[in-house]
């Protein structure tokens, strides 16, 4: 049956340049679009969306929802792989990545991603096999971190991907599902301490902070930022999408009573 699923497969591409490439050098493996295939899990009532909203959408407090597009089904058998890439945007309001991992035997295809010079494992393989019942691994991720599939070295790898894409909901969301970052409370009294400095930057000033993860700009929807409103409208948005640990320093600069802004 996992033979038959791999031969009904098209072969998967990958973006270079806003165009879908093949090149079995880079990425070697089998793909069916949402279109093709249909699932019966019920994503949004699994429950499985509140925690992952938890844990990416920190330092953005019950504001932000996350609405998960079904993308496609991957098939990795003996020898395939995927080099390491980032996923590309399909919309500013895209900002990352849901993979599931179907409990097929194989082994290899371990996920490795990078970013900001940390690396981070997903042995999907030993996952499944180590549990006596059926289940889904899965793993989500930010758009711009870095990530490959290692190579498959028996067996069939099985995934299902949905984007995800910032949602903003009408409705206020429980706080118990929100996660707080541990430095968060340490970063905000470090910076208040500094505030409350006299000396520190005592005929006012400013201060500038790096950000950590990318952002899409939609360059043609907006004719190319030639206008001031026009950008001002386009960091307006990204400001709302912010990830990690760049939406809790604007969170923290916002309740420091800071004028904050993106540039």
């Known amino acids: 049956q996992m033979r038959q699923l791999a031969e009904a497969c098209d072969v998967a591409t990958f973006g270079v340049n806003n165009q879908d490439v093949h090149d079995e050098s880079y990425r070697k493996a089998g793909k069916l679009d949402s279109t093709n295939f249909a699932l ?41 792989f995927f080099k390491s890439h980032k996923d590309t945007p399909r919309s500013g309001s895209m900002f990352g990545s849901l993979v599931l991992v179907y409990p097929t035997a194989h082994q290899g295809g371990t996920l490795v991603l990078r970013h900001n010079n940390k690396e981070w494992t997903f042995d999907s393989a030993r996952m499944v096999s180590a549990e006596q019942d059926p289940c889904v691994a899965y793993i989500a991720f930010y758009s711009d971190v870095d990530h490959e599939v290692t190579l498959v070295t028996s067996g069939y790898r099985v995934t299902v991907t949905y984007n995800l894409y910032f949602f903003e909901d009408p409705a206020p969301l429980p706080s118990t599902i929100i996660s707080h970052d541990a430095g968060e409370e340490s970063l905000q009294a470090t910076l208040r301490r500094l505030l409350d400095d006299v000396s520190f930057l005592p005929g006012g000033g400013y201060l500038g902070f790096g950000l950590i993860h990318q952002y899409p700009i939609d360059l043609e929807h907006i004719g190319w930022l030639r206008k001031e409103e026009e950008k001002l409208a386009a960091m307006r948005a990204i400001e709302g999408r912010l990830k990690g640990s760049d939406a809790i320093l604007m969170k923290i600069c916002k309740q420091l009573s800071l004028s904050v802004s993106l540039k």
């Open 40 to 80: 019966k899990l019920d994503l949004a009532g699994s429950g499985l969306l509140d925690v992952i909203r938890g844990d990416l959408l920190e330092g953005h407090g019950e504001t932000k929802s996350i609405r998960a597009e079904l993308y496609k089904l991957n098939v990795y058998g003996k020898d395939s």
